[in-house]
């Protein structure tokens, strides 16, 4: 199988903090937290080390770790983090033919602050980012069997409604997991393109993002995931989304974008799990076990992993077992592509997870 990933390629600088080093504040009544840093002061790092990231990157990554021939769409500037990018993939087996540089910005840089629970606060230069161009998107680089584009930058997700259209004309799965930002500013272009999506991935809460919309044509609450008798899976479950002052139960959710056309729709929340939605059935998977090194990149992870194994065909159930199975690796490790897990990897865990990943189901 032939893959394309379109986004971001990030240099990312990651600094250990141990908590007694670096105080946290938690609010009562949102699900926020903030690391409190000292004006002036120097703080002591366990460890400060730098790796490549960037959603497509991280995305090219593990699918060439999978064994899949894929390459990787995005804009570098030209410059030292530019050359590092490039080594990575190519170290990885990632085709770099479709990258361009672009000497209007410098390569995009994120610095992670990773202290506490270990999910980084983090501070991002999209740079280049920013920059994609319909010049940039060749029509040859579409000739694949999967199209995996992650966040776009700014301008650069005026772009996809090309991406779309050149993914369509070729007939690959398109499988998408935008950013916050470009939701909350282009949320209304990707739901009117739903029907030529495959995979829609958003995480809790890049969903939120897209209620107003949804509930301003369907309206607000909604029935709930299950019978009243049978436990919710997870507090989403129970909760429902909110945003923009509306509220929506996940079935109500998953069930407006099912009938806007998109053929598997995603919302993962976290340590809770997973919820994926065909339009037939609505799927739970929870997280698998890990010792978490660093949040970044867990994420990615569970997109590119689900994008693959359902583009090749595999059952549902087997995708999302496989991709909490390798986001629980990549928390395991502090940057982004560390844990990434090799096919046979992935393959033995699959078979050694069994029951443990229990999906629960119910009809939409």
């Given at each position: 199988?032939?893959?394309?990933?379109?986004?971001?390629?990030?240099?990312?600088?990651?600094?250990?903090?141990?908590?007694?080093?670096?105080?946290?504040?938690?609010?009562?009544?949102?699900?926020?937290?903030?690391?409190l840093l000292a004006e002036?002061?120097?703080?002591?790092?366990?460890?400060?080390?730098?790796?490549?990231?960037?959603?497509?990157?991280?995305?090219?990554?593990?699918?060439?770790?999978?064994?899949?021939?894929?390459?990787?769409?995005?804009?570098?500037?030209?410059?030292?983090?530019?050359?590092?990018?490039?080594?990575?993939?190519?170290?990885?087996?990632?085709?770099?033919?479709?990258?361009?540089?672009?000497?209007r910005a410098a390569t995009?840089?994120?610095?992670?602050?990773?202290?506490?629970?270990?999910?980084?606060?983090?501070?991002?230069?999209?740079?280049?980012?920013?920059?994609l161009e319909d010049g940039?998107?060749?029509?040859?680089?579409?000739?694949?069997?999967?199209?995996?584009?992650?966040?776009?930058?700014?301008?650069?997700?005026?772009?996809?409604?090309?991406?779309?259209?050149?993914?369509?004309?070729?007939?690959?799965?398109?499988?998408?997991?935008?950013?916050?930002?470009?939701?909350?500013?282009?949320?209304?272009?990707?739901?009117?393109?739903?029907?030529?999506?495959?995979?829609?991935?958003?995480?809790?809460?890049?969903?939120?993002?897209?209620?107003?919309?949804?509930?301003?044509?369907?309206?607000?609450?909604?029935?709930?995931?299950?019978?009243?008798?049978?436990?919710?899976?997870?507090?989403?479950?129970?909760?429902?989304?909110?945003?923009?002052?509306?509220?929506?139960?996940?079935?109500?959710?998953?069930?407006?974008?099912?009938?806007?056309?998109?053929?598997?729709?995603?919302?993962?929340?976290?340590?809770?799990?997973?919820?994926?939605?065909?339009?037939?059935?609505?799927?739970?998977?929870?997280?698998?076990?890990?010792?978490?090194?660093?949040?970044?990149?867990?994420?990615?992870?569970?997109?590119?992993?689900?994008?693959?194994?359902?583009?090749?065909?595999?059952?549902?159930?087997?995708?999302?077992?496989?991709?909490?199975?390798?986001?629980?690796?990549?928390?395991?490790?502090?940057?982004?592509?560390?844990?990434?897990?090799?096919?046979?990897?992935?393959?033995?865990?699959?078979?050694?997870?069994?029951?443990?990943?229990?999906?629960?189901?119910?009809?939409?």
């Open positions: 199988m032939k893959a394309l990933t379109i986004g971001s390629a990030m240099i990312d600088t990651i600094a250990i903090i141990e908590s007694s080093r670096i105080e946290r504040m938690t609010m009562l009544n949102a699900e926020t937290s903030f690391l002036g002061h120097k703080t002591e790092a366990l460890e400060i080390s730098t790796h490549t990231g960037g959603g497509a990157v991280n995305a090219a990554v593990a699918m060439a770790r999978l064994g899949i021939d894929v390459s990787t769409l995005a804009k570098l500037g030209r410059d030292q983090r530019a050359e590092i990018v490039l080594s990575r993939l190519m170290q990885e087996g990632v085709s770099t033919r479709w990258l361009s540089r672009d000497e995009g840089a994120a610095v992670m602050i990773s202290s506490h629970e270990r999910n980084a606060a983090i501070f991002t230069f999209r740079g280049a980012n920013t920059l940039d998107l060749k029509p040859d680089a579409f000739e694949v069997d999967l199209v995996h584009v992650s966040s776009l930058s700014n301008r650069s997700a005026d772009r996809l409604p090309r991406i779309l259209a050149e993914a369509k004309r070729t007939g690959a799965f398109l499988a998408t997991n935008p950013g916050i930002r470009q939701l909350s500013s282009r949320g209304v272009t990707l739901q009117d393109a739903l029907g030529d999506i495959d995979l829609l991935v958003v995480n809790k809460i890049e969903a939120s993002a897209l209620v107003p919309t949804i509930a301003g044509k369907v309206g607000e609450g909604g029935p709930p995931l299950g019978p009243d008798s049978e436990e919710p899976p997870s507090t989403l479950a129970r909760q429902g989304l909110a945003g923009g002052g509306y509220h929506l139960s996940l079935r109500s959710f998953f069930t407006a974008l099912r009938n806007a056309g998109a053929r598997y729709v995603l919302v993962t929340d976290g340590s809770a799990g997973s919820f994926l939605a065909d339009r037939e059935r609505i799927r739970f998977c929870p997280a698998a076990p890990a010792t978490v090194a660093g949040t970044a990149g867990a994420g990615d992870a569970y997109a590119a992993t689900l994008a693959t194994f359902l583009a090749e065909g595999r059952a549902p159930e087997d995708a999302m077992r496989a991709a909490a199975l390798n986001s629980a690796s990549v928390v395991g490790y502090i940057d982004t592509q560390g844990g990434l897990l090799g096919r046979a990897a992935l393959d033995t865990a699959l078979t050694s997870a069994g029951s443990k990943l229990a999906i629960s189901q119910w009809r939409i």
